[in-house]
């Protein structure tokens, strides 16, 4: 009704009444049947009005045409050609390093073997008793001297020897580590020199651009996380948001049940009942006209059922009136009709 007959009547032609009042385009096909279609879905305001023709959201939020993330990157100007990471000083401590881890450990063994403490100075210091006590009485004052020796010597066994034997061992110990410890650094220093030099080189060639496209990969995924963002509002805006539900329910409260169903069906069935009416009482007319001459009024006599000689037999006359059609009946007491008792 609105696209055809409102529509032409007020502009003539053919096309949508809606899109030409909201829109300003006829063409466009927005019909009231698909926005109550689409409300007694559940879909939102913003999608079953078809509001993207007026306020265009998507373009809104198309950021990455006005921000150019890639081509701003692209103007960063990065020259590592000039970049030293393996400086002289640092090659000369590297080599250093591997000058000193290059120790003779067999020859700090040998040397370690050389030293020995073979003499029993508990021997020693029995001996000196003895002898200061032979000496005791030609010199009492070296007897006294001689028995100092003999205690100093008891005591350099008992704590400065222990303690020189325990430092020994230490140090073997701590030799065995460090040794372990250096082992292979020649190596090891010589893979670094490697290592500096050629991400040197790679840097002087290639740093530039490596940069640039660190820089893009990480712009990428914090594009993509805006993305996400920016597509939840948009699904939410055509979903969730201002769902049109109550545009159906006010729809259908007023013109479905109150309209037709109260007032509509309640006309139908009274004007179907005045049909069937009409339907019956035309052959009801019928038979009721065709039925008519049989409950005519007559008169009759209550007295005895004889004959009576003197009396005439009753007649009926019947006859037609002018003007009445086959089907009518019409009845006058004339000439020889039956006379009152």
């Given at each position: 009704i609105l696209d055809t007959y409102i529509y032409q009547s007020m502009y003539g032609g053919t096309g949508s009444l809606l899109g030409k009042l909201l829109l300003q385009n006829s063409s466009h096909s927005f019909s009231l049947k698909k926005i109550l279609?689409?409300?007694e879905g559940g879909k939102s305001a913003y999608s079953a009005f078809e509001l993207s023709s007026m306020i265009d959201i998507s373009a809104l939020t198309n950021y990455s045409g006005t921000l150019d993330v890639n081509s701003q990157l692209d103007n960063i100007n990065v020259d590592l050609s000039t970049l030293e990471i393996l400086t002289p000083d640092l090659t000369a401590q590297l080599t250093d390093l591997k000058s000193s881890s290059d120790i003779n450990f067999t020859e700090f063994r040998e040397q370690l073997a050389q030293v020995s403490v073979d003499m029993n100075?508990?021997?020693?210091?029995?001996?000196l008793r003895d002898f200061a006590a032979n000496i005791s009485s030609v010199s009492s004052s070296d007897s006294t001297n001689f028995y100092a020796h003999a205690n100093t010597t008891d005591s350099i066994n008992d704590n400065e020897l222990a303690d020189f034997i325990k430092a020994?061992?230490?140090?073997?110990?701590k030799i065995d580590a460090l040794e372990a410890a250096v082992n292979g650094t020649s190596d090891t220093v010589d893979n670094t020199l490697v290592a500096f030099n050629d991400t040197q080189t790679y840097l002087q060639n290639n740093g530039s651009q490596t940069v640039k496209d660190e820089a893009k990969n990480y712009a990428n995924r914090l594009l993509k996380v805006v993305d996400s963002m920016v597509n939840d509002t948009l699904d939410a805006l055509e979903n969730e948001i201002g769902l049109c539900t109550p545009v159906w329910n006010l729809y259908n409260d007023i013109f479905v049940i109150s309209f037709c169903k109260y007032l509509v069906d309640t006309l139908n069935g009274f004007w179907f009942g005045v049909g069937w009416c009409i339907f019956f009482f035309i052959p009801s007319i019928i038979f009721a006209t065709k039925l008519a001459k049989h409950y005519r009024k007559m008169k009759h006599h209550n007295g005895k059922d004889v004959?009576?000689?003197r009396l005439p037999s009753p007649e009926v006359v019947r006859r037609h009136s002018p003007g009445l059609k086959k089907n009518k009946v019409g009845h006058s007491d004339g000439k020889g009709s039956l006379t009152d008792w």
């Open positions: 279609s689409d409300c100075l508990t021997s020693l210091a029995s001996e020994m061992a230490t140090l073997e110990s004959e009576d000689k």
